[in-house]
């Protein structure tokens, strides 16, 4: 009889008979799709549309691993599929990497793979390749996942920080912050009914948005670091100025709340389901018409502009609700560790 | 002054301004190019040639990280590379991710960097995309690194395990076991002088074979499991019977003495720089002459055939130096972890 599966041994990442038992009867069951299924060196795939490849990598060592409105697995496909839609690539193919711990239980295992599995269901796209190895206990943490990815951006389409011009508008496609704040609050164990992770695949969003005609110039997820992050790297790469008008961006109550125990800035935190869209300030309110049109998006708003720089000037600044002018210089990073 | 880095810290992995540090101070440096460098979400590539687009992915864990011959992100590179290159693809690019361990010393970071530096560079691929996780002391190892590739089948060539004929002849790349042989004797404290990992990209010698017109069924690399988990897998696919040939296996004497000492079976260790192809039985003779043009592979060998195979035989086995039969069963795995 076979051995159920109900921890993880060393001899799962052997590339033995446990390690195949590990693939068919918990891994297979969950992603399977015709191009995984040979399980060869590499899954063969039909030619690319037309158009120029995008590739994107990310590595997953959230802590905790399963939190209000996701898990890790869940995450590690989201993150993967949105960097490809902010390039305004299709997401097309993705490979998933596992490295589990000696003792996880299957539960956790399970879960990451049923995440995976919605996420991936979720967004359209099949994850062709994979691979699974095992670390000693204490050598890891239950699961880490790297998700790998590969997607075309269609013809004529153009999309760079280049592009971004003085006027342009900064649309949020929802409420800002909530992953973050979970993932904190669940370290802190505060509890919360109402908070939870906003992990989801954006690219039937951005899809939209740049299919409507709208002059789209650049996209961006705010993943670790935040908005503040992502503004100033638009700032640096652009050369122009992010102005963010606190009292337009949308902030769940609940985030706030958890922002404010915790002594955390809401644009610092982690989305893992929201993009940031620079667009021509004609198209501003066409732009909230198509995202608002989604469930997922009904929270879209626009919060902030794009202004000249001088050199002296802050690339980043937060117009404040009582009228004065915050610089949102970027962290030194120690706040905030394995958020995703 | 910036702070020079010595030891990976929490905020390394939090992408902040360490983050930023880490990436264009040193990981920049060793694998910089076009794609990389514009650090965005996703790398925007040329359009692919004509072909069937392949990919993969791989998780290297292995223990120790650094080992004669080579360290682990040396391999991490050699590992996708060849995965693609045995499904007959030429690789065309890399993504690789990170998951450091906080406190782990710059000198081991900087060994895989330059160690997958070396590899791209032998490979002739370019590593487009990256991303870098650091976990608390104890919850990893040093480095973890994960490696996903894009490669394309060029129009016309079709490698199947389906194609693998009676009769058909079975050519390792040069000797066996070298990897496997070489982290068993390091983590056990064995030393000797001329044992080391056969860590390396093995496109240039499957392009070799493949473009020189010879009729080539399959191609697999021995990696996990070694020849014998490679072989099973093959025999399960194609219904055929492997006969490896003992005598004409071509293993060094020093892995062959590790092996003895360490109890282990040469047929049943990693490799990580070899391959093994199926080749129709009037090519036998001009494989060797094109692998054995290489430096690389010198050691290139027929080293078994196919057979018809009944019900009740063993799929693979192993006619051995004194005469005798051994069926070569898949390993449940527990005894090698951690090797890649």
Redesign the interface.
């Known amino acids: 009889m076979k051995r159920a599966f109900d921890r993880v041994?060393?001899?799962?990442?052997?590339?033995?008979?446990?390690?195949?038992e590990l693939i068919e009867d918990s891994i297979f069951p969950a992603l399977e799709n015709q191009f995984l299924k040979?399980?060869?060196?590499?899954?063969?795939?039909?030619?690319?549309p037309?158009?120029?490849?995008?590739?994107?990598?990310?590595?997953?060592?959230v802590d905790p691993p399963i939190f209000p409105g996701g898990n890790l697995g869940h995450l590690s496909i989201c993150g993967t599929v949105?960097?490809?839609a902010?390039?305004g690539?299709r997401p097309l193919?993705l490979?998933?990497?596992?490295?589990l711990e000696e003792g996880a239980d299957a539960e956790l295992i399970n879960a990451c793979l049923q995440g995976a599995r919605e996420a991936a269901s979720a967004a359209g796209i099949s994850v062709?390749?994979?691979?699974?190895?095992?670390?000693?206990k204490?050598?890891?943490?239950g699961i880490?996942a790297?998700s790998?990815g590969?997607?075309v951006?269609p013809p004529g389409l153009q999309l760079s920080?280049d592009l971004i011009e003085e006027g342009d508008v900064i649309i949020a496609s929802g409420p800002l912050g909530d992953h973050g704040a979970t993932i904190m609050a669940a370290r802190h164990g505060l509890e919360s009914n109402d908070l939870q992770s906003d992990s989801a695949p954006v690219n039937h969003l951005t899809e939209a948005l740049v299919g409507s005609g709208i002059d789209v110039h650049a996209m961006?997820?705010p993943?670790?670091?935040g908005v503040t992050?992502v503004c100033n790297?638009v700032a640096e790469?652009s050369g122009k100025r992010i102005v963010l008008k606190e009292s337009s961006i949308p902030v769940r109550p609940q985030v706030r709340a958890a922002c404010e125990l915790l002594g955390l800035d809401p644009l610092s935190l982690a989305c893992e389901g929201r993009f940031l869209a620079w667009v021509a300030a004609k198209d501003a309110t066409r732009s909230l018409e198509v995202l608002q049109g989604y469930e997922s998006a009904q929270g879209a708003a626009v919060v902030g502009s794009v202004a000249a720089r001088d050199v002296q000037q802050a690339p980043v600044v937060l117009e404040t609700t009582i009228g004065g002018e915050r610089p949102l210089d970027?962290?030194?990073?120690?706040?905030?560790?394995?958020?995703c």
Chains 1, 2 share one sequence.
Do not use: Q
């Not at 970027?330 to 958020?339: A, K, N, Q, T, V």
């Open positions: 041994l060393l001899a799962h990442g052997s590339g033995g008979r446990l390690t195949r040979p399980l060869s060196d590499s899954a063969i795939l039909p030619e690319l037309a158009g120029r490849p995008a590739m994107t990598t990310d590595a997953f060592v949105n960097d490809l902010v390039a690539a193919w490979t998933w990497a596992l490295i062709v390749a994979g691979d699974t190895k095992v670390v000693p204490g050598r890891g943490d880490y790297v790998a590969l997607g951006i920080d961006h997820d993943t670790r670091g992050a790297e790469r970027l962290l030194s990073g120690s706040e905030l560790p394995r958020i």
